[in-house]
């Protein structure tokens, strides 16, 4: 459709625009078809041009928006900071030349117009030189060059001064120009989020995130550039008096430290004011700092509160309306089937298939996707979708494609649940099956209930019965969730009816299948024909041969089961078989017993054992987030008395080392449980050991458990080793992705109340969060475990003697900020900075004088901001959500009321439609009263 389309186009004058605009909606050359079907060129000098959409250009955009980012950061860095580092020159020059390769490719890339890619090169070339070449061309120019003049004209001494200078000062800033690129970030998100069908939450993120960086790092470099000097050349960084830069302690602390110190010390300050958190230890002196800083906070106000928290929210109110859309539609539907008083067992079938509809297509029906697309469109569609099903007939290949094209239209999904009848023993059945995901299982002719093999996804069956009417042989029920892909007899019909050619070739193929696997008997009891004497000796003598092969191989007494070779593909080679052992000794034998009973041990992951198991390895992984980070810190301090070295280190590390225990056996617990996927449960410990083995959470769980705490016993010193003990088991951490996966599967059930599980979550995550912060807080203060102003090792290190309290160990720290008596007493400390951190209030009593901790300071603020944001966001998104029905029917009952008012309708009628309709909302609660099942689904129970 899309060639003949552009064929068309082509077809036109070339000369005019209207043609070239539309001269191409693939990704290729200007060409253009003969009668025979072959593709040439029609204009040379206009062949070659780049689509934007191909595989390699996306990357190539990609990267240069990720040099333009850096070298607009980098940019603004060496012009105000420091600009003797060699190696951010090299790096910004290199970004220097992938943008010029870009400016070169730029005119051969076509351009969106109206929903259509233009390819004409001549149109690409006049379109870029009208749009962004200009900015492009002068962001390279290379303007560095001003550092070689040197003045000395022979004018007025006013001008020579005034030369002198003006010209370091442009020297200083001679590369701005490459800010003029930033225009291309805009651009890029632009693009991405305009294009459906990507990640939107992810493309957001990255860009909220990028316009949120370079805003705090311009601010802050601006803000130190209000009042100090940059290392440039020979110049030492001064500061001028009486300005921010005069708060430091000591005042000449930018001339000490090094650059990267005192980029920092403005980043603190441009994250503590752009966040509101303002502790208020560094701020503004002069009137162009009071100035500069209101610039801040209200970009702060704009950026942060306005763009990022405001997107963040529309995203999760978007991205839950879906689910809240269903949830509410179920929770109709319950309350009708309870009015209708239907049976247990079949409320909890409509129940389950609608929570399994959400859980594998969010409540979207394969057969509604895409009824928008034109006809040929959706047969092409539904062709590459259905191929493989088709191909796995025997019957349907080597048939025309047009043919196959009506076809797979005609193909319907099904979803059957674990335990659902698929097809019963001895019905005829007109349906072709095929698992497309799940697992089903062949029931014995004797009992129907009794599995004697089971059929996973891509196997198909039931083909034959297209044609032939055949009474099943065995029964077949899903021991999963299935999806089914499903052919019936009616639809193929409807396709031969165009296709008289294809059926005749359909019923030769099919009667040579039963005369080759002997099912003439089936269908002459099922009214398909008499069945020719030789066939039926053929038949007899068939069967007898196989008999007597079996009797002469087999031993022992084993069970032959009879199967269907048309209905059932494959199926022999999914039959249990027996094995003989020679029971040589009775070692052996009782060796074989036990590998047998060792593997059959599979705990199901809907048993108690594996619930209970469940629940006590979360809980041990919370107590050990939370136990673990506070020993490393608080607890280290004080190993170097002798008082808790003695006591209570041992029990601490008795408990600890009960917990590595449970977590370690928790990995062999995982390698004996069953795991459910959507092509089946596996329950067998091979199909277990890789699925385990290849996820993400076996690497997790193994790095939780590994023994790097003994590392310590390369250190000489007790005091040292117990400190490094304790510290180097902070590996356990990451064991924390169980609580946030448990939170994660618990949200996708829809029994549950999504608001109070959200609630709990964001309280445990904002809580571990704070005392993470409060904790690593507190170890950048106390990174040797000495931190107490009153107590300090004595001069041989034998033992801890008084001091002064002018006398710190590790002056110049927050600690000597607070009065702690005790480690619990430090812990308070630290945990109200952190949460006076996070939530932005930032008292200002408690706050960073060191380049770490002002670093740690400025992670919390951000990590505090996003985290409670993200909170506030998910909580009003679930309260707009749910009350999204009430508000629609309001709406619609004001129109209502609109519509009576105008035409004059009486009060007695207005009431009695109003009462009506507010009855009807409080039946089926706005959801339309046709309840009808979307999609073919068979209930079997």
């Not at 951010?88 to 005119?107: E, N, Q, S, T």
């Not at 060059?145 to 000062?169: E, R």
């Not at 247990?344 to 859980?359: F, I, K, N, Q, R």
């Not at 009775?586 to 048993?607: A, D, G, H, Y």
Request: hydrophobic residues 40%; contains cysteine.
């Amino acid at each position: 459709m899309m060639t003949d389309m552009k064929n068309s186009n082509n077809n036109h004058d070339s000369s005019t625009i209207s043609a070239a605009e539309t001269s191409s909606l693939e990704v290729d050359s200007c060409t253009t078809s003969t009668a025979g079907g072959r593709r040439v060129n029609t204009n040379p000098s206009r062949h070659f041009y780049l689509s934007p959409h191909t595989f390699w250009m996306q990357r190539w955009e990609a990267l240069v928006v990720t040099t333009v980012i850096f070298t607009s950061a980098l940019e603004v860095f060496i012009a105000v900071l420091d600009s003797r580092v060699l190696g951010l020159w090299v790096f910004v020059y290199l970004c220097d030349f992938i943008f010029i390769i870009d400016i070169v490719l730029r005119f051969f890339v076509g351009y969106m117009k109206n929903g259509i890619l233009i390819s004409d090169v001549r149109l690409i070339r006049k379109h870029y030189l009208r749009t962004t070449f200009i900015p492009d061309i002068v962001s390279v120019l290379p303007l560095g060059l001003i550092v070689l003049a040197k003045p000395g004209i022979q004018v007025a001494d006013g001008f020579v001064t005034t030369l002198t200078n003006i010209v370091p000062k442009l020297a200083q800033y001679r590369c701005m120009n490459r800010l003029l690129r930033v225009y291309r970030i805009e651009s890029y998100f632009e693009m991405k989020e305009s294009k459906l069908g990507t990640n939107t939450v992810a493309i957001r993120t990255i860009k909220y995130t990028t316009y949120a960086g370079l805003s705090i790092h311009f601010l802050a470099c601006f803000w130190y550039l209000l009042s100090c000097s940059g290392r440039h050349g020979d110049t030492i960084p001064t500061c001028d008096n009486g300005t921010w830069a005069a708060q430091l302690e000591p005042s000449s602390y930018i001339s000490e430290k090094s650059t990267l110190d005192a980029y920092i010390v403005s980043l603190y300050w441009a994250v503590a004011t752009t966040t509101s958190t303002g502790y208020g230890d560094i701020s503004a002196i002069t009137q162009e700092e009071k100035a500069y800083s209101i610039v801040a906070m209200l970009l702060g106000i704009g950026v942060f509160y306005g763009v990022i928290l405001g997107g963040m929210a529309s995203m999760m109110t978007n991205f839950d309306s879906q689910r809240a859309r269903y949830t509410h539609r179920l929770n109709v539907i319950k309350e009708n089937l309870r009015d209708l008083r239907v049976k247990d067992e079949m409320y909890l079938l409509v129940v389950g298939y609608y929570e399994y509809l959400w859980v594998r297509k969010k409540g979207v029906t394969d057969d509604s996707m895409f009824n928008k697309l034109p006809l040929t469109f959706h047969a092409e569609v539904s062709l590459s979708a259905n191929k493989y099903i088709l191909d796995k007939a025997p019957m349907f290949q080597n048939l025309s494609e047009g043919f196959l094209r009506m076809l797979s239209l005609e193909i319907k999904p099904s979803l059957y649940l674990p335990n659902q009848m698929i097809a019963m023993r001895n019905e005829i059945c007109h349906t072709m099956f095929f698992i497309h995901r799940g697992e089903a299982e062949v029931l014995s002719p004797e009992d129907d209930e009794t599995s004697i093999t089971r059929l996973r996804h891509g196997r198909l069956f039931g083909e034959v019965n297209l044609i032939f009417s055949m009474p099943r042989t065995n029964g077949i029920r899903a021991s999963a969730h299935c999806d089914l892909m499903v052919l019936d007899r009616a639809d193929l019909q409807n396709v031969l009816h165009h296709y008289p050619e294809v059926a005749k070739k359909l019923q030769q193929i099919a009667e040579e299948r039963c005369d080759a696997a002997g099912l003439l008997e089936d269908r002459a009891k099922a009214g398909e024909g008499v069945i020719p004497a030789s066939k039926s000796m053929k038949r007899l003598s068939i069967i007898s041969a196989q008999v007597s092969k079996l009797s002469a191989k087999l031993t022992g007494k084993h069970e032959v089961q009879a199967v269907d070779a048309l209905n059932i593909e494959e199926a022999g080679s999914e039959w249990v078989t027996v094995h003989r052992g020679t029971c040589r000794s009775r070692i052996e034998k009782q060796i074989e017993s036990v590998k047998r009973t060792f593997s059959k041990c599979i705990l199901m992951p809907n048993s108690r054992f594996a619930k209970y198991w469940e629940r006590l390895v979360l809980l041990l992984t919370l107590i050990i987030v939370m136990v673990y980070p506070y020993v490393a810190s608080f607890s280290a301090s004080k190993v170097r008395s002798s008082s808790l070295q003695n006591t209570g280190s041992i029990p601490l590390l008795t408990c600890c080392y009960i917990m590595d225990f449970i977590l370690f056996c928790d990995i062999f617990v995982r390698l004996r449980t069953a795991v459910v996927t959507p092509n089946g449960t596996y329950k067998d410990f091979k199909s277990i050991r890789d699925h385990y083995v290849n996820s993400w959470g076996f690497v997790v769980d193994v790095l939780a458990v590994l023994p790097l705490d003994l590392i310590c016993l390369y250190t000489q010193d007790t005091d040292d080793r117990t400190i490094a003990l304790y510290r180097l088991r902070l590996n356990r951490l990451v064991k924390y992705w169980r609580i946030l996966d448990y939170f994660k599967n618990l949200e996708k059930d829809l029994n549950v109340k999504i608001g109070t599980i959200r609630v709990f979550k964001f309280v445990i995550n904002i809580s571990l969060l704070s005392h993470w912060s409060a904790c690593f807080w507190y170890i950048v203060a106390c990174i040797t475990g000495m931190c107490r102003k009153d107590l300090c090792p004595s001069s041989d290190g034998l033992q801890f003697v008084l001091t002064d309290p002018g006398d710190s160990c590790n002056e110049g720290t927050w600690v000597d900020q607070v009065n702690a008596t005790s480690p619990f007493e430090e812990y308070v400390s630290a945990l109200y900075w952190a949460a006076a951190t996070m939530t932005s209030t930032g008292y200002g009593d408690i706050s960073a004088h060191t380049t770490v901790a002002r670093f740690i300071s400025v992670v919390a603020m951000l990590v505090g901001l996003l985290l409670y944001g993200y909170c506030l966001s998910s909580i009003a998104a679930t309260l707009a959500n749910s009350d999204a029905p009430r508000v629609g029917f309001q709406e619609k009952l004001f129109a209502v009321q609109e519509f009576m008012k105008d035409h004059g309708l009486s009060n007695d009628l207005t009431n009695r439609v109003i009462n009506y309709l507010s009855l009807v909302f409080r039946k089926h609660r706005y959801v339309k009263s046709n309840l009808t099942i979307p999609g073919p689904m068979v209930w079997n129970p």
